[in-house]
């Protein structure tokens, strides 16, 4: 891999290569917001992808071994409710079904999708190294999203052309263009979208530490309240991309 420039922290998309440059760094409060936009703690978040026009983070970057041990593939997490919210319209729509089509009968497109494939997993490999966890073999050549044959889980697609800017994942652009009536990336959304009151959801595990002495109903309570909105079925979706 090539890395024909130098850059600093404060590197945006204009002038970032689109595979294998790192992701934006980490910056005070992202974890905060990104654990209340997804309604629960986020863990072994090692950049930001991408952002609003207001500086939130839409794409939470994850290293692909998380601290515990477990290979994770999907370097590219989609954060942001309203951004998750309109993709899985588009899923409901049948969008991953249609994609999955062309790319059987269109040769273009799904070299376009092995091309997309092969980015994600060099982009994952920058990121694991930057992040000191190294090669991960359990996920060698495995991507995300059905990638590099199939379309699985348009937020995969999403949050990586979100993360790499427009060209390199063609079905993730695409996917973006066509929730243009839900969202658009020249705006800020963020008003409203999750929970600002009260504390984030906790880093740490909630029942070693926030919990001890509740009733078992009232950490199920706390928990359910953290559970509001979209972000739970993304969760569960997106966790059947390993
Ligand atoms: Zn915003």
Redesign the pocket.
């Known amino acids: 891999m090539t890395q024909t420039h130098q850059h600093d922290q404060t590197d945006r998309h204009d002038h970032r290569e689109p595979t294998v440059e790192d992701p934006v760094s980490l910056r005070e409060g992202d974890l905060d917001v990104l654990s209340r936009q997804l309604g629960r703690p986020v863990r072994d978040v090692v950049g930001i992808g991408a952002r609003?026009?207001?500086g939130?983070p839409l794409v939470a970057v994850t290293a692909p071994r998380l601290s515990n041990g477990i290979p994770f593939p999907t370097t590219y997490y989609l954060s942001h409710p309203v951004v998750t919210a309109a993709v899985s319209r588009l899923e409901a729509e049948g969008v991953m079904t249609e994609m999955s089509d062309r790319l059987d009968t269109d040769a273009e497109l799904a070299q376009h999708h092995r091309d997309a494939h092969e980015a994600y997993l060099t982009a994952r490999a920058a990121v694991g190294e930057r992040a000191g966890t190294g090669p991960v073999q359990e996920i060698d050549g495995v991507s995300a999203g059905g990638m590099p044959t199939r379309v699985k889980c348009l937020h995969v697609l999403v949050g990586h052309a979100l993360s790499t800017g427009p060209g390199v994942n063609l079905l993730g652009d695409e996917a973006i263009e066509r929730i243009g009536q839900w969202w658009t990336a020249d705006r800020?959304?963020?008003e409203g979208a999750w929970d600002i009151a009260g504390q984030a959801p906790e880093a740490d595990l909630s029942r070693h530490t926030r919990t001890q002495g509740l009733s078992p109903e009232a950490v199920e309570a706390k928990r359910a309240a953290r559970r509001n909105g979209a972000s739970g079925t993304n969760n569960a979706h997106h966790e059947e991309q390993n």
Request: glycine share 0%; with cysteine.
């Open positions: 609003c026009t207001c939130n800020c959304y963020c």
